[in-house]
């Protein structure tokens, strides 16, 4: 999660600054797919096809392999016992409607063409889950 949180704001970014009219139109479909989920697989799956769509968008093929490698730890063991001990207690209903929202900001904001505005989305929504597996703590309140 911590290579994640340092790369993928800057392939949204990235993708801000590349995107076409049909890029837009499929990761609306991923943000669709996603809220469709039923369970944790698929939740999973859904999440890890939004993930490596903006990385299409980006369209670095040296981002594309990152993001994919990334997305092979995801098989690995270790990964899927924090995903389902994560998603077992935040649930589907937070991963279709609270990710659901988060991966939205971030379309849009690819959509506008502002980068600035997608690099936050994505630091905020990788924020989240990090803190929803436990791995970043929540900065106290100042």
């Keep these: ?7 993928e704001p800057q392939v949204a970014t990235a993708a801000a ?6 890029d837009i139109a499929l990761l609306r479909l991923r943000v669709t797919n996603g809220r469709a989920a039923r369970d944790r697989a698929e939740c999973e799956r859904a999440d890890d096809a939004f993930h490596q769509s903006i990385a299409q968008v ?3 093929p040296l981002v594309i392999a ?5 997305s092979s730890a995801r098989c690995r063991v270790v990964w899927q016992r ?5 998603y077992r207690r935040v649930g589907v209903e937070e991963f279709t409607r609270v990710h659901g929202d988060h991966h939205e900001q971030v379309v849009d904001a690819i959509a506008d063409g ?3 505005a997608a690099h936050h989305a994505m630091a905020h ?4 889950v990090s803190i929803d597996m436990g791995v970043l703590s929540p900065m106290p309140s100042r």
């Design 1 to 7: 999660m911590d290579a994640r949180r340092l790369l």
């Design 17 to 22: 600054m590349r995107r076409a009219p049909e």
């Design 66 to 70: 990152l993001l994919r490698h990334f």
């Design 114 to 116: 502002d980068g600035a």
């Design 125 to 128: 929504h990788l924020e989240a």
């Design 82 to 86: 924090e995903w389902d001990r994560t």
């Design 58 to 60: 980006a369209r670095n």
